[in-house]
């Protein structure tokens, strides 16, 4: 029963690391994009901004 049990919390925990790798590719693309935009319209900013 308290296999079962643990069976239950690791496919739990595989899916909550699915859904906060989801996000976080997420969020890198986002940011990957806004840094893009940012250096095709003023590439002084992001420089100031990043420290690039």
């Known amino acids: ?3 079962a ?3 239950v919390v ?3 925990a ?3 690391v699915k859904v906060l790798t989801v ?3 997420l969020s890198v693309i ?3 994009a806004l840094f893009a935009l940012a ?3 003023e590439p002084t ?3 100031v901004l990043f420290g690039v």
Do not use: H, K
Request: one cysteine or more.
């Open 39 to 41: 250096w095709r319209f």
């Open 14 to 16: 595989r899916e909550d």
């Open 23 to 25: 996000y976080v590719d």
């Open 5 to 7: 049990r643990l069976g």
């Open 10 to 12: 690791g496919i739990l």
């Open 1 to 3: 029963m308290l296999g």
């Open 30 to 32: 986002c940011v990957a």
């Open 45 to 47: 900013i992001v420089v």
